[in-house]
């Protein structure tokens, strides 16, 4: 493993230096919806892939999406939007286990549930990471955050128990809720990783983006019906590519790279306090598209259960916010363990991109 010419601290220094001053407000605003745009444009692409078009080959999808996430992380590593870092394989050989296992879950429940649920299900991660912390590691927050945590937690119960297709489907809220727990599960993973190897998300995606490619070969034909010998028109190879089939499935590959790529700009032009709170309106945008676009009911229950979530999650995204605005020692019921680095992904109210987890970066711009 190579180390950086400079400190952590030292080059973030510099960066952010050289950030939002210099960039017009016009070109904030710019990428802001850009990155809300493609945000929102990946899980609506997705779901039609597999709603509209019928490809339900998930692990089949998965491996195309990181295909296209390792020429875009390449391709933004060469444009310098971060510097390149080399690990052994054994050091993110479990990095690339876990993503495969979030983003093939991730895109189950997608396929699964109605792209509301789906959306509120990922903001359930928020409250899981923080059982899993004190689980795991003993990390305890403090009360204040606790109760945003218990508000969330009684939202996502109250949004999902309204739904008459999740009551009825309990295979897809079941995989929904295993997408949460392994999601979580990795942001932590990630999160003392990144610690540990002195290393960003996105160097990190780079580097073990080939072995997850790998390992999704190996599982394709595990997991889906691939058909060899049989190439009916329910599997892989017999599938009907129809030009507009192809268009959908590459234009969810793009996005992917396009959501990596707007946050990198929203991060380096403002702040990752700005992308948080980008990241909230990301939420109402998807649950309204599910509605207008997928015809998805909205009943006041369920809308009520939605408000609860929003008004937790902004309320945690807020403590969060503050106390890491006046750094305070986290309260451990155990003085040795420690918990993930202070860029988990948690810290963005669960908003989960599918190919780049949001962070406090180095970024380039």
């Given at each position: 493993m190579t180390t950086a010419s400079k400190p952590q601290g030292e080059k973030a220094s510099s960066l952010s230096s050289s950030k939002s001053p210099e960039t017009p407000l016009y070109i904030k605003v710019i990428y802001m919806t850009l990155n809300i745009i493609v945000a929102c444009g990946i899980v609506f692409a997705n779901k039609i892939v597999f709603a509209v078009y019928r490809f339900k080959f998930v692990t089949t999808l998965t491996l195309i999406h990181t295909i296209f996430t390792w020429i875009g992380m390449m391709s933004l590593e060469h444009l310098g939007f971060f510097e390149r870092k080399k690990f052994t394989q054994w050091d993110v050989a479990p990095l690339a286990l876990g993503y495969v296992g979030y983003v093939v879950l991730n895109n189950l429940s997608l396929n699964l549930n109605t792209v509301g649920l789906y959306q509120i299900l990922k903001i359930a991660i928020t409250p899981a990471v923080v059982v899993l912390e004190f689980l795991l590691f003993r990390k305890v927050q403090t009360t204040r955050i606790l109760m945003a945590v218990m508000v969330v937690c009684v939202g996502v119960t109250a949004a999902a128990v309204t739904d008459k297709v999740a009551i009825s489907n309990l295979i897809g809220v079941a995989v929904g809720l295993a997408s949460v727990v392994v999601t979580g599960l990795y942001q932590i993973w990630a999160g003392s990783k990144q610690k540990e190897l002195q290393a960003n998300s996105s160097q990190l995606l780079l580097a073990?983006?080939?072995?997850?490619?790998?390992?999704?070969?190996?599982?394709?034909?595990?997991?889906?019906?691939?058909?060899?010998?049989?190439?009916?028109?329910?599997?892989?190879?017999?599938?009907?590519?129809?030009?507009?089939?192809?268009?959908?499935?590459?234009?969810?590959?793009?996005?992917?790279?396009?959501?990596?790529?707007?946050?990198?700009?929203?991060?380096?032009?403002?702040?990752?306090?700005?992308?948080?709170?980008?990241?909230?309106?990301?939420?109402?945008?998807?649950?309204?598209?599910?509605?207008?676009?997928?015809?998805?009911?909205?009943?006041?229950?369920?809308?009520?259960?939605?408000?609860?979530?929003?008004?937790?999650?902004?309320?945690?995204?807020?403590?969060?916010?503050?106390?890491?605005?006046?750094?305070?020692?986290?309260?451990?019921?155990?003085?040795?363990?420690?918990?993930?680095?202070?860029?988990?992904?948690?810290?963005?109210?669960?908003?989960?991109?599918?190919?780049?987890?949001?962070?406090?970066?180095?970024?380039?711009?």
């Open positions: 073990y983006t080939p072995q997850a490619m790998a390992i999704l070969a190996v599982l394709v034909p595990m997991l889906d019906d691939v058909g060899f010998t049989h190439p009916g028109h329910d599997t892989v190879l017999g599938f009907r590519y129809t030009p507009s089939a192809i268009f959908a499935i590459t234009v969810s590959g793009i996005l992917g790279v396009l959501v990596s790529l707007t946050t990198f700009l929203v991060i380096g032009a403002t702040s990752s306090l700005t992308y948080n709170v980008v990241g909230h309106s990301k939420t109402v945008l998807i649950l309204a598209g599910g509605c207008l676009i997928f015809g998805e009911a909205m009943p006041w229950k369920r809308l009520l259960g939605v408000i609860v979530t929003m008004t937790g999650i902004v309320w945690y995204s807020y403590l969060t916010i503050q106390q890491a605005g006046k750094p305070q020692p986290t309260v451990e019921s155990n003085g040795d363990a420690k918990g993930p680095s202070e860029n988990s992904p948690a810290e963005n109210g669960g908003e989960t991109e599918p190919f780049l987890q949001a962070e406090k970066a180095d970024t380039k711009v």
